[in-house]
């Protein structure tokens, strides 16, 4: 069983590592283009809201977010009802280089599933959806200051 967590690990470092070459040329490192990714996919969506989709902490997600803001891929908008409430929208830059980061995921998912049957891809699909509600369930409960007992 170790050896899932390992794999699934490596693959993701991997990709990472990937996308941080690739995006370079476009002043996107350290994982931004994912922030940038769902700010795109969702515009006028909260820091916490992004935070939680990509599992990281609020700190983590505010250092991300101010670094795109600062190199213009996106701005924060006052709520209307709320002026508390800051929401993310993509700039025009930020849109620009959407189609990119878009052509790079599909590309990243036809090398990854190369010579998976239709079944098996359906499979993967729904197998690493369950593991990952899993997972959810746990990062819930420590990210409230719980411990779990190993």
Not at 11 to 16: G, S, T
Not at 93 to 113: I, N, S, W
Request: with cysteine; proline share 2%.
């Amino acid at each position: 069983m170790q050896q899932i967590l390992r794999e699934i690990g490596m693959i993701a470092r991997a990709l990472d590592s990937i996308s941080n070459i690739e995006f370079k040329e476009y002043d996107l490192t350290k994982g931004q283009y994912l922030y940038l990714v769902r700010i795109c996919e969702h515009p006028g969506i909260i820091q916490e809201k992004v935070a939680e989709m990509l599992k990281v902490d609020r700190t983590t997600a505010a250092r991300a977010v101010q670094k795109l803001e600062t190199s213009g891929f996106i701005v924060k908008k006052d709520d209307a009802l709320n002026k508390k409430i800051k929401k993310l929208f993509p700039t025009e830059k930020g849109e620009q280089v959407y189609p990119f980061l878009r052509r790079e995921h599909e590309h990243t998912d036809a090398v990854a599933l190369t010579g998976f049957s239709a079944e098996e891809t359906e499979t993967l699909s729904r197998l690493l959806q369950k593991m990952r509600a899993n997972v959810e369930k746990d990062w819930e409960y420590v990210k409230k200051g719980n411990l779990r007992n190993y």
